[in-house]
């Protein structure tokens, strides 16, 4: 039986990665994170310019040239890549509109307003784009406002203390306390939807896979000769591991396909999305350090980590069990919408973890299978539950897992070879409460 068993293992793996689909897939995805990681050099190959120079005539009717210019390159610092040239011109409208004219160049042009003390218009040829025309805008309001200050003798420095907002000091008598606070702000804002969101995305994927191979064997009637050789137990744990195996196994070359996007990066040149990603990681390092939350990483990723894998047993068993009893995908789709819907919930409720601290529901929550694997180590994160309330909630996954075995696999030896959906949910039932012989 051993033998069958992993025959079935390696058999089920070759049939997912000698798939043209596979291949077609593997490819695909390999091409757009590299792409991804690259857009910008790609962009500039095929005639995109991210080293924008933008060319700024200014009329100037009004005498606030410098303050524009001076205001204009200042809100511009955060523009990477853009250089400006300015020029102011003489003459009319007409003549400077005519100037031009089939260039990328923007024409400023700055009037006296008997109403509004300054109007301005920005003219050019083309469009703009969008996030400088924004910068050119705030550089105009902001010198309006300092010309507007300036005609009606007020003192600029007294009306930004009256407009500025009031300073309010944020006060933790503990320090530990205001520390780990900051801490779990940047684990809840940064690292934690980073690990979850790759979890979330395999569970729905392995939901997906175990869903499909077993009413594809049960379409071909292939089923009906694999069952005749082995049990059906074999049968169904086979299709765990290897799914399970299959998974982790494309989520390890995602990884690599990044990794190489950014070597590719480094060999044309564009480093700064690299050397981004390596200071941010530094900069989270530092801070986890300094504040002593590494500490207590020591128990929370291990917690994690058995919470996940069980939650992928918990996941697929239930796929396997739901799989069984179904003729085909569309009543496979049907049946699976509501495990989906509990793991969105439990996706949700982690990222907004932090909103819910002092709720007793929230605890409860925690504890319950498919939610416990999101929600637990975000609420352990930010002081919410104990490692108790954690290994409360493994036991009672395993508990699930152990009444799902028990249970799930009479229902999946009457239902393998299923064929109708007619009193479905009876005869799950039935199977349910019938003993094993």
Not at 420 to 435: G, P
């Amino acid at each position: 039986m051993t033998n069958k068993f992993w025959f079935l293992v390696n058999y089920s793996l070759k049939k997912k990665m000698k798939t043209k689909w596979f291949v077609i897939v593997n490819i695909i995805l390999l091409v757009s994170i590299v792409a991804l990681v690259n857009i910008d050099s790609i962009i500039t190959f095929f005639g995109g310019d991210f080293n924008d120079t933008y060319e700024i005539e200014v009329l100037d009717e009004v005498g606030v040239y410098d303050e524009f210019q001076a205001t204009l390159e200042a809100n511009s610092v955060s523009l990477t890549d853009t250089e400006m040239t300015f020029e102011k011109v003489e003459g009319t409208l007409e003549s400077a509109q005519e100037s031009i004219k089939d260039t990328d160049k923007i024409l400023v042009y700055f009037t006296p307003s008997d109403t509004n003390y300054l109007d301005a218009k920005v003219i050019s040829d083309d469009t703009i784009d969008g996030l400088f025309y924004q910068g050119i805008a705030s550089a105009i309001t902001l010198v309006k406002q300092s010309y507007a200050m300036s005609e009606s003798d007020i003192n600029p420095e007294v009306l930004a203390s009256i407009s500025a907002p009031a300073t309010i000091e944020r006060i933790i008598l503990n320090e530990q306390v205001q520390d780990m606070d900051d801490s779990m702000t940047l684990i809840m804002g940064t690292v934690f939807p980073t690990v979850i969101l790759p979890f979330f995305m395999l569970v729905i994927f392995l939901i997906q896979m175990i869903g499909t191979e077993i009413n594809d064997e049960k379409s071909s009637r292939s089923m009906e000769i694999i069952i005749s050789n082995v049990s059906p137990k074999a049968h169904f744990f086979s299709k765990l591991l290897s799914s399970n195996i299959f998974i982790i196994s494309q989520g390890l070359l995602l990884i690599i396909y990044a990794v190489i996007g950014m070597v590719v990066r480094n060999m044309i040149g564009g480093d700064s999305i690299t050397g981004g990603i390596m200071s941010g990681a530094d900069g989270i390092l530092t801070t986890l350090s300094s504040t002593g939350i590494m500490d207590k990483l020591i128990y929370i990723i291990p917690i994690t980590l058995v919470l996940m894998v069980l939650s992928f047993i918990a996941y697929a068993l239930v796929a396997g069990i739901l799989a069984s009893m179904t003729v085909n995908m569309d009543d496979y789709q049907q049946i699976q919408g509501p495990i989906l819907v509990i793991l969105l919930v439990g996706y949700y409720l982690a990222i907004m973890a932090s909103m819910f601290k002092g709720s007793i529901l929230i605890r409860v929550l925690s504890y319950i299978p498919f939610i416990s694997c999101l929600l637990s180590p975000a609420l352990l994160v930010i002081g919410e539950i104990g490692i108790v309330d954690c290994l409360i909630a493994i036991a009672l996954l395993i508990v699930f897992i152990y009444f799902a075995i028990k249970y799930g696999l009479r229902i999946y030896k009457v239902g393998i070879l299923n064929y109708s959906t007619d009193k479905m949910w009876m005869r799950i039932l039935k199977a349910a409460r019938t003993k094993e012989k």
